[in-house]
């Protein structure tokens, strides 16, 4: 707690106003709007609404089409996150054992950070695109009838590694760290005992990781969810079917394409659900690690 | 070995934006006829001069240059933006004391929960109510709203001693010299570090631009991107779509291949 502060007492609420002013009108009331929405249901011209209480929220949750979209959610969110971290973290072991040139190839890394997330899954387009995609022409050479735009699980196959590229950088960045606090020390007494590496790794090295781990697999999973939107949108349209539409696109879709507003709510405070459940989970565990030091 | 794996994680992560690139230095016959050459071929001055010279205005209604200038000033304005509210309030809150400061702590903090996202639909009526589509403001203002900066000046003004500020007091320092000559200085390194992180926010923008803005002028270029793609067909130029995308990437890969060291440092400390 600190001692000294200034004694003003109006100057802080004008530093705090613009913040204040646009949670309140681009957060708070729309957040507001979306639950009151929710227990509503519009006539079809939209001039009046009546109270319906849960009724959306079981209408949605017993519509096949929504639980789709949550299955697809969950599956795309977990191979995503799978292989960005996989991958990241051996990239980031093999970074550790290099002593020169460390800075260059962390350069040559940190690229997909910057890319926006459409763009992402439209390179990945573009080089597996069927009719004229580079990489897509070996795999019709290969005999593989390639052609994400029609067969359901190649289009998310394509959507995964769009987004799984995307962010391995960001992970990267996090288990060099998170390595780099390891101390040495504890690996020397580890080699000097004659553990292997590989042994080394995952009996000091992974538990070690574990704090890093987590934080990034709420972070992957909340990107997962919601900052694909880009891609899956720019890519496959949520298609072919709706193979690809997660809950995200899904909301957008039905409040914006096909103009549900009660069934769109409803999903929306699903959603909300969602992030306050991941972003609790994710503080509880910062309090302890900042507790363990 | 170490090297063989960061060399062939490297060209992993590296290749699709030297696919497009190179992609950008060839005619459209050849893009079309796979595989792809692994060299840039002759046409990059044709590609990237017709682009800047009117032909990305052909297809998709609006110049390059015009695309390019709504996307800096969008991501700029979100960048500064956001510096300029949040460490006003992290300000508010740390130096001062009055009542219901740490509930105004906990509002802006609860942002975090909400992202876009989850509100679409009642977001957008609010800008529609507030005359906001297709306008600059309407692209920013809603999005500089950040708790996360909020949160990271907040933490780095709680690690400033207290002995600075009653030795400013002392000398007669208001409020506004406090922070002009002592703490703006000692904050440099973490605003570079948010505005890198917050210029690729705001440039990478994808939703909230396609939601708020239905002419083409206020396209960003990745909106624009999606557009040109979007209609695709035999005759899609895709030589001018593969120059668009290189310039979409390229600046903001600049921005953070140049601010490296502040940039690295501000995400890893920022997020934990």
Not at chain 1, 248 to 272: C, E, P, R, T, W
Not at chain 2, 192 to 219: D, K, R
Request: hydrophobic share 55%; net charge positive.
């Amino acid at each position: 707690m600190r001692r000294t502060v200034f004694p003003h007492k109006v100057l802080p609420w004008l530093l705090l106003a613009p913040q204040l002013a646009i949670t309140l009108v681009f957060f708070y009331w729309p957040a507001a709007q979306a639950f009151r929405q929710s227990v509503l249901r519009e006539d079809p011209f939209g001039l009046s609404s009546t109270f319906v209480g849960l009724a959306n929220f079981r209408k949605v949750l017993s519509d096949p089409n929504y639980l789709n979209s949550v299955q697809v959610t969950v599956v795309f969110s977990l191979l995503v996150a799978f292989f960005a971290m996989s991958i990241a973290l051996f990239l980031a072991v093999q970074a550790e054992k290099i002593i020169r040139g460390k800075g260059f190839y962390r350069t040559l890394m940190i690229w997909p950070y910057a890319v926006a997330p459409a763009i992402a899954g439209m390179l990945w387009l573009f080089m597996f695109n069927p009719s004229f995609g580079s990489l897509a022409w070996p795999l019709r050479q290969l005999g593989i009838n390639w052609n994400p735009l029609l067969d359901g699980e190649q289009a998310m196959a394509l959507v995964v590694a769009a987004a799984t590229w995307k962010q391995i950088s960001y992970n990267f960045l996090f288990f060099v760290a998170g390595l780099q606090a390891i101390p040495k020390s504890l690996l020397e007494a580890a080699a000097i005992d004659g553990a292997s590496r590989r042994h080394a790794f995952w009996t000091i090295v992974f538990p070690l990781l574990a704090p890093t781990t987590f934080f990034l697999l709420v972070v992957n999973t909340v990107y997962a969810l919601f900052d694909t939107f880009g891609i899956i949108h720019a890519v496959t349209g949520g298609g072919p079917g709706k193979a690809t539409e997660t809950l995200v696109y899904k909301v957008y879709n039905d409040g914006f394409v096909n103009l549900i507003m009660g069934d769109s709510a409803a999903q929306s405070v699903i959603l909300m659900v969602i992030v306050i459940t991941l972003t609790a989970f994710q503080f509880r565990f910062i309090e302890k690690r900042v507790h363990y030091g | 070995m170490a090297h063989f794996w960061m060399i062939l994680g490297v060209i992993i992560v590296a290749f699709p934006v030297y696919y497009v690139f190179i992609a950008s230095t060839h005619s459209v016959q050849t893009i079309l006829r796979p595989p792809l050459p692994l060299l840039p071929g002759p046409e990059a001055a044709a590609n990237y001069g017709g682009a800047f010279s009117g032909e990305i205005d052909r297809i998709g209604g609006v110049s390059l240059w015009r695309l390019l200038g709504n996307t800096t000033l969008i991501a700029v304005g979100i960048a500064l933006g956001k510096i300029a509210i949040s460490m006003a309030s992290a300000y508010a809150i740390v130096f001062f004391r009055f009542p219901f400061r740490m509930a105004c702590f906990w509002l802006i903090f609860i942002t975090l929960m909400l992202p876009v996202e989850v509100r679409i639909q009642p977001t957008y009526k609010v800008m529609v109510d507030l005359g906001l589509i297709d306008t600059y403001a309407g692209l920013i203002l809603p999005l500089i709203a950040s708790a996360t900066a909020t949160l990271l000046f907040r933490q780095f003004f709680m690690t400033i001693p207290d002995e600075l500020l009653e030795a400013a007091r002392v000398d007669g320092a208001g409020p506004w010299r406090f922070f002009k000559d002592i703490l703006w200085p000692l904050s440099l390194t973490n605003v570079a570090a948010i505005f890198v992180i917050q210029f690729i926010y705001g440039w990478t923008q994808y939703l909230w631009p396609l939601l708020v803005t239905n002419s083409n002028e206020m396209n960003t270029i990745v909106i624009a991107l999606k557009k040109m793609i979007s209609f695709a067909d035999a005759d899609t130029p895709w030589n001018l779509v593969m120059v668009t995308s290189v310039l979409a990437i390229l600046p903001p890969i600049l921005v953070v291949v140049v601010m490296q060291r502040w940039f690295v440092k501000g995400l890893v400390e920022t997020e934990k």
